[in-house]
């Protein structure tokens, strides 16, 4: 729940310019929560068995400190006025986050999408599919998280202590070498978060697909050749590492995002719901059957996560507008330009086909 809310509440709440900066922000918590489990782990910590109660306790610090902060929180200014009607707290939340100096510009861009929403009413996610008018938004956040979770950087992770086994890394410095990938993951995230409103969403996430293909080759060639040469470890090693650095500067961070911008504030929860099913589903899909992919094709099993990642990449070159700097407003006008344009062209055909019988 809390990971369909959050990123959906920080979209609403953002100013256009600074959307997918603060979009990424679920994105670096969540990998910096990552790392600080990863370090909590180690046996200098609290990785002991007699430490593992305590440890295992020590997730209820950011859920307590949640329950004192989050009273104090705003409500999205957006659900306030569109769904709610309700202006006068819509100006109090929009003061509280932009200060009266900024509210105003927010408010007329709220106020412009409440106008394009007249006399529509929030959908429920199974209303979404049988909606012809956002219909390549729904296929894109299906792909975009299925994909999240299909194209191998949990694999990677599962063949990381064996990796770092052959290169010749000791028993006891495996956690540490670990602990490195969880880091790389971070920091591509904070990266991620600084480059999203200069090169722009679709850049990203497709660049950070067609590396990640370019890598699961790459790594596929050195399991292959794990003993021809001391060298090849260290490489596949490396293929681990750039792997997770290409996840975690475009699709790790982006997703989200997108899912935010491409839905109106109608459909926008029903999305987050088909996002959030779909990439917990496709998490344990994966989680089910890689063990028997890895049986089967042992290291070939990333050609597999290649053919996800280099057709999601071309997929979102295709279809994906760029949705930098843009208001939901021009979001959905630019998706229903590209609808019209497949409408018209259906027609022109029906047309051709009429006139030559």
Known sequence: MALCVEPMFLGEIAPTSLRGAMGTGSSIFLTGGILSGQVMGLKEVLGKAQYWPLLLSTT???ALLQLQLLPWFPESPRYLLIDKGDEERCKKALNQLHGLAGSDSVLEDIQREKNN?????????????TDRSIRWQVITIIVLNAAQQLNGVNAMYFYADYLFRQAGIAEE??????VGTGACECLTALTCGMLVESLGR??????GYILMSVCCI??????ALQDVSPIFPYLSVACVFAFVLSFG??????TNILTTEMFKQTTRPAAFMIAGSVNWLSFFFIGLLFPF???GLQHYCFLVFFIVCISVGIYIILVLPETKNKSFVEI???FQSRRSKETNSDEAEALLISTSL
């Not at 929403?117 to 599919?129: H, Q, S």
């Not at 410095?173 to 670990?178: C, H, L, N, V």
């Open 60 to 62: 209820c610090i950011p």
């Open 173 to 178: 410095k495996i956690p540490y070498a670990t």
């Open 117 to 129: 929403l007249v006399g529509f009413k929030a959908k429920k996610p199974w209303e979404l599919f």
């Open 293 to 295: 992919i890895v049986i």
């Open 202 to 207: 679709k850049v990203l996430i497709s660049g």
């Open 218 to 223: 790459l790594f596929t060639v050195t399991l």
């Open 249 to 254: 500067l475009g699709p790790g961070g982006v």
């Open 332 to 334: 959905q006008k630019e």
